[in-house]
């Protein structure tokens, strides 16, 4: 029975190892359990190192090593204030080329004038009954009577010495005339020299309501600094609303200053004021817009020469310019007699020498009242204002 005695021992102990093999593996899936139950923990922050203590001998102080300086955190920068932008301002187109462009419109337009012309020189045969038609259109184109008879005269000689036979010679009969009754031979430059040194020149702007008078001032400021001048605007018409505004505007497109006041102002207050701003700021020309005012309202037309007496306060007036519709014929004529005797025009502005305009009141407006057309527009654009050319208004109106 020995043998089973030992089969008994050697089984118990394959028994135990088996049991202390599974209690090792338990133990070790136990503990992986644990640890990834729990929950990570924090970085610990690093402890400084430990400096060794340095030998000091007896009574001294240790000395002290500087650290180096940790920088401030740098603040975050501040948003730059915007800039505030200058409006924009247009670039005039150049004096040279802008009477060209005009004289082009005019020989395009339909002018009674260049009609009454063109119908005669196209006539096979020039009798009376041709000439009386003439003399009628030339009337009705607002030429004036003086003139009309004046001009027929001379075509009707000039032409009974050579005929028609020659068209080119007919015209140039007819430009020579024409040329004579626009007279070339007067002064058309506008006065821009100041009275006294050291102050600007002066240029008032008178007419009726609807004539575009505001919109000449601003024009003209574009022409004179197209030429290089310094300009100041006015803005004394405070009656109508808005004219201060509309006419700051202008100013803006071509960076001049402004003067103005309140609606209902003094007239004559705000006048004096933007000439004062223009000898204080040693500009060049300072231009007067003025009310519109209806030639019929005595009381309104005196307070124009009170505009005026008080500008000359300050600076002497060295131009004034009375603005015309050229379509309102007689009306016009009417005005321009009227204002002449207020303020003493020296130019005539004419505006809407275009489409249906009658040119003939470039010759009528000039014998009326013994003053130049100076300025001409033809048409809304901003650049639509140039200095009048005698010789280059008879050749659009001929269609040359």
Do not use: Y
């Not at 204030?81 to 187109?93: L, R, W």
């Not at 063109?118 to 184109?141: N, Y």
């Not at 050229?326 to 009306?331: D, S």
């Not at 009417?334 to 020296?346: G, K, L, M």
């Amino acid at each position: 029975m020995d043998w089973f005695f030992w089969v008994i021992i050697g089984v118990i102990g394959v028994a135990i190892i088996i049991a202390g093999i599974i209690i090792t593996i338990d133990g070790r899936r136990q503990r992986q359990l644990e640890a990834e139950a729990r929950p990570e923990l924090e970085p610990t922050e690093a402890e400084p190192p430990v400096v060794a203590p340095v030998d000091v001998p007896v009574g001294e102080e240790p000395a002290v090593v500087d650290a180096e300086p940790v920088p401030p955190a740098a603040e975050p920068e501040a948003e730059p204030a915007p800039v505030p932008t200058e409006p924009a301002i247009d670039e005039p187109e150049a004096p040279t080329s802008r009477w060209a462009r005009l004289r082009r419109r005019l020989a395009t337009s339909n002018n009674a004038l260049a009609r009454a012309l063109g119908d005669l020189l196209s006539a096979d045969k020039i009798d009376d009954e041709v000439w009386d038609d003439f003399e009628t259109t030339l009337i009705t184109s607002d030429l004036g009577v003086g003139p009309t008879t004046e001009l027929t005269e001379a075509l009707r000689k000039e032409l009974a010495i050579d005929g028609v036979a020659d068209p080119e010679r007919a015209k140039k009969v007819l430009r020579t005339e024409l040329l004579k009754l626009v007279d070339p031979t007067l002064d058309r430059s506008l006065n821009l020299t100041p009275a006294n040194e050291g102050d600007p020149a002066v240029v008032l702007v008178v007419g009726v309501n609807g004539t575009g008078k505001t919109t000449t001032v601003g024009k003209l400021a574009r022409v004179l600094v197209a030429e290089g001048k310094s300009v100041v605007l006015g803005a004394a018409d405070t009656f109508r609303a808005a004219a201060a505004e509309q006419l700051a505007t202008w100013g803006e497109r071509v960076g001049v200053e402004t003067v103005r006041s309140d609606e209902g102002a003094d007239p004559a207050s705000v006048a004096f004021d933007a000439v004062a701003k223009g000898v204080d700021t040693g500009v060049d020309v300072v231009i007067v817009d003025t009310a519109g005012r209806l030639h019929t309202k005595t009381g309104l037309m005196d307070e124009l020469g009170k505009v005026k007496r008080v500008i000359e306060k300050k600076a002497p007036v060295t131009e004034v310019l009375l603005v015309l519709d050229a379509t309102t014929g007689q009306n016009g004529m009417t005005q321009a007699r009227i204002f002449a005797e207020v303020v003493d025009v020296t130019g005539i502005v004419l505006t809407k020498l275009d489409g249906s305009a009658k040119g003939g009141i470039v010759i009528q407006v000039q014998r009326e009242l013994g003053v130049p057309v100076k300025l001409v527009g033809l048409g809304e654009g901003v650049d639509d204002l140039a200095p009048f050319d005698p010789e280059g208004f008879v050749q659009g109106i001929l269609g040359e």
